[in-house]
């Protein structure tokens, strides 16, 4: 799967190109990593694939500048 971000929300895409779900929180920055993605914007969010959808599993606190 792939995340493609958008203003109103993050959206995970298949390999044929649909939507498979859409996640509310919305991310300036995202990278992959071996069981999901990190999103960022003004805190950094784990999202985990369990049980067939991504779900938030930790939110981390970005420090004010």
Request: aromatic share 10%; net charge negative.
């Amino acid at each position: 799967h792939i995340a493609v971000l958008t203003d109103e929300a993050t959206l995970v895409i298949d390999y044929k190109g649909s939507i498979i779900q859409r996640i509310d929180d919305i991310g300036l920055s995202i990278c992959n990593w071996a069981e999901g993605f990190l999103v960022g914007s003004q805190n950094i969010k784990f999202l985990r694939y369990e049980e067939g959808t991504y779900k938030i599993k930790s939110t981390f606190e970005l420090p004010e500048k």
